[in-house]
């Protein structure tokens, strides 16, 4: 395989969707950077540069694209891999953590056996936009008292000024607008 890609060539990859899901967003699509082998196994390298093989017990991932980079990232790490779905998608018994959204509500869930106290863990998702998803997942994983290493992020719209409620962790993005 080629030399690992730039997070700049990773971002050139990164096609702007025009008025998706609605008229004024400008929906950042990574499904090139996933479709070619060299650019999403860099990708993961970059994710995961933090963190040691063996140093974190579990990647847990954001619903739904986290899925897919978290998953590649615990291989990597040789960890186990927990998601983090939105409330009712989880068929055992869940805790769970509510959030606010511009217009109404939402919430997370995590299995109840999924991550112990003490437990070292990586959360990886694919967007930190507004910051609700994030900031209740790691509500979340430290009312378990999982230790968050590290919340790291393929793509960042500072702009949205997520990472203002991710206050107190430690917060990585590869590429930001």
Do not use: C, W
């Not at 082998?37 to 390298?45: D, G, K, M, Q, V």
């Not at 991550?115 to 790691?138: F, H, N, Y």
């Amino acid at each position: 395989m080629n030399k690992t890609a730039t997070p700049s060539e990773l971002a050139a990859a990164i096609r702007n969707v025009p008025d998706f899901p609605q008229p004024g967003i400008q929906f950042k699509d990574i499904t090139p950077v996933l479709a070619d082998p060299r650019l999403f196994a860099s990708s993961i390298e970059h994710l995961v540069a933090n963190v040691a093989p063996g140093s974190v017990s579990t990647v847990v991932g954001i619903d739904a694209r986290g899925f897919i980079f978290g998953a590649a990232a615990a291989l990597k790490l040789g960890a186990g891999f927990v998601p983090i779905r939105k409330k009712g998608k989880l068929p055992y018994q869940t805790f769970e953590e509510s959030y606010d959204l511009e217009y109404g509500s939402n919430t997370v869930a995590i299995h109840t056996d999924a991550v112990r106290p003490g437990d070292r863990v990586i959360v990886i998702d694919d967007l930190l936009a507004t910051g609700g998803t994030a900031q209740a997942s790691a509500k979340l994983l430290k009312r378990i008292g999982a230790e968050i290493v590290e919340i790291v992020f393929l793509v960042e719209l500072a702009f949205l000024n997520g990472r203002s409620r991710l206050e107190g962790f430690p917060v990585r993005s590869l590429i930001v607008y």
